[in-house]
């Protein structure tokens, strides 16, 4: 039977939500083991898979709410070089389980220690769109475009095949790069949505600044318009936003009969968004051009608007325009995980023939 060695970057957990469907299906024909870059993200694939190992994995390093290139490049090479106990523990189970292939979401240190075993790599994530595929990159996002892309050929090279989870479909640059529409979760998958009045505001706190988040609520409050806002962990009701604490199911619930959504640019939320019709405000991270890239094509697509920062005047004329975004993603069909997990199971045949 194949061995697999199916290694989970640890940041957030789209890349977790991301690879246990895929996880699942492989595991019904061959022998998978599984490793995950954080103890948060562990805990939750535990849920789904059983005998996950964490580990710490490589991470971008942020200071005032942007990515720093030197500093991340230091702290990786520490990782990597100093053969740290992350770096020892990656490299003990592959010389242990001796996988036939290594299937990645875009797990850093992975990538590099399976270098030393000459082993073939696949790689299924959203983060390679950015190195991967032809788009225009506007004047004033170019130094955040070139900082995260030469840190990721930094830490991402000798990748055999690329299997790209996207909303959008510009030209790809290589041969060995192939596009499939996002991995959704079975939640997602069974919803059928409806539209009521309100709408869904999903912040990811701890990577935004104090100032920023209380901006938010400001602008928020300032519009005519019910607002449910995840992000702050509380319960409580505020004039027009209502607050709520983590709760899959009532989060589920909340995004099924939204009218809309605001958020950062986050690969995950905002392609479940996408694949459920609802128009998206994006206001992505400073200097994180993934979640950029993102943002501009929702923008591009007529899916919804991206800006800065949030202000009133950018939050009524999303309102204005939701019919207009709405009408726009009624082209966008919904599809199940079937074909990019055939495309896997077809290239994991293809490297251990």
């Known amino acids: ?28 024909k061959y022998n998978v083991k599984v490793i995950v870059g954080s103890k948060r993200s ?20 942020y200071d005032k709410n942007s990515v720093k290139l030197y500093k991340t490049i230091g702290r990786n090479a520490k990782i990597i070089f100093s053969k740290s106990s992350n770096f020892k523990t990656v490299f003990s189970i592959i010389k242990k389980f001796r996988p036939d292939v290594i299937v990645t979401d875009c797990d850093y240190l992975t990538i590099n220690v399976s270098n030393l075993f000459n082993i073939p790599l696949i790689c299924v994530c959203n ?87 209380k901006k938010l609520i400001r602008v928020l409050k300032s519009v005519k318009a019910q607002f449910v806002v995840y992000g702050f962990e509380k319960e409580e009701v505020d004039k027009n936003i209502t607050f709520r604490k983590t709760n899959n199911d009532q989060f589920f619930k909340d995004f099924k009969d939204c009218r809309a959504c605001i958020a950062n640019g986050g690969f995950s939320f905002i392609s479940e968004a996408v694949s459920l019709h609802k128009p998206v405000l994006s206001i992505p991270i400073k200097g994180t051009f993934e979640q950029t890239l993102n943002a501009m094509q929702i923008k591009e697509l007529g899916y919804g608007d991206m800006c800065d920062f949030i202000t009133t005047k950018k939050l009524k004329n999303f309102i204005k325009h939701n019919e207009k975004y709405y009408n726009n993603l009624k082209n966008y069909k919904k599809e199940d995980n079937s074909r990019i997990i055939l495309k896997v199971e077809e290239l994991i045949k293809e490297v251990t023939k």
């Open 1 to 28: 039977m194949i061995r697999i060695l199916y290694a989970v970057n640890g940041d957030g957990l789209g890349h977790t939500t991301r690879s246990i469907p895929i996880i699942k299906a492989l595991s019904k």
């Open 127 to 213: 983060i390679h769109a950015m190195t991967e595929l032809k788009y225009d990159v506007p004047k004033k996002h170019k130094k955040a475009y070139y900082t995260m892309n030469a840190l990721i050929k930094i830490f991402t090279s000798n990748i055999g095949y690329h299997v790209i989870t996207t909303f959008f479909y510009p030209p790809i640059r290589h041969k060995y790069t192939f596009l499939y529409p996002p991995v959704l979760r079975q939640q997602i998958l069974e919803m059928n949505p409806i539209r009521k009045n309100y709408y869904l505001v999903y912040q990811t706190t701890g990577m935004s600044p104090v100032s920023t988040n």
């Open 42 to 61: 562990c805990e939750f694939m535990n849920k789904y898979i059983k005998n996950v190992t964490p580990f710490e994995g490589l991470r971008f390093v």
